[in-house]
């Protein structure tokens, strides 16, 4: 079974931007205005972080991974994946 990567994105409402962070893509950060934007970036930065960090064979094929959403706000935590 191919290994799902693990992404946590939080809303940075200073930024107003979503920011992701994964401690399975070393190196990965990255930020966007909506969930999709951040999903087209991922789908790209990924694959090469992964590539570059030697995790993975160039051309390896689709890598799977799996984006935890968090939002915040005065005080109530929303959470969805």
Do not use: H
């Amino acid at each position: 079974m191919d290994k799902i990567y693990q992404v946590f994105a939080q809303w940075d409402s200073e930024a107003g931007a979503w920011v992701a962070e994964s401690d399975d893509v070393p190196g990965l950060v990255a930020e966007a205005e909506s969930p999709n934007l951040l999903r087209e970036k991922l789908l790209v930065l990924i694959p090469e972080l992964l590539e570059l960090n030697g995790v993975l064979e160039k051309n390896a094929g689709p890598v799977q991974f799996s984006v935890r959403y968090q939002y915040e706000d005065s005080g109530v935590i929303a959470t969805a994946s």
